[in-house]
């Protein structure tokens, strides 16, 4: 499956933004997704990860209450809805496929990868 991730950019502090990410190749809606990102000098990490009938998602505790994943299984796309963004938000968000029905949070356990999307957000 290919992934094409978009919506970044440049936004105050507080303010909000809404990723998306379109898939193509395979049957979008077979795969586990989750959204991962990455500040400069820093490791990649899991922001968001939701099961292939979205019942089930999952955040850690620095996202919790201020992001929402989402998705639309007939649009092949996944979403990503940011809120009151901080400036420790900033960094490169990815979005990412799996076939495995576990462990979502880890970056071993996804096959597939967008191309980044920039997200700032200044003080």
């Known amino acids: 499956v290919q992934l094409q991730a978009s919506g970044g950019g440049l936004v105050q502090a507080g303010g909000s933004l809404r990723l998306s990410c379109v898939a193509s190749?395979?049957?979008?809606?077979?795969?586990?997704m989750g959204w991962f990102r990455q500040a400069p000098g820093k490791e990649r990490e899991f922001v968001a990860g939701?099961?292939?009938?979205?019942?089930?998602?999952y955040y850690p505790d620095s996202v919790k209450g201020r992001f929402t994943i989402s998705r639309d299984n007939a649009k092949n796309t996944l979403y990503l809805q940011m809120n009151i963004l901080k400036p420790d938000d900033t960094a490169v968000y990815y979005c990412?496929?799996?076939?495995?029905?576990?462990?979502?949070?880890?970056?071993?356990?996804?096959?597939?990868w967008g191309q980044g999307t920039q997200v700032t957000v200044s003080s």
């Open positions: 990412a496929a799996t076939s495995r029905g576990s462990f979502l949070s880890r970056i071993a356990s996804y096959d597939y």
């Open positions: 190749g395979r049957t979008f809606s077979s795969y586990n």
């Open positions: 939701i099961s292939r009938s979205g019942d089930n998602k």
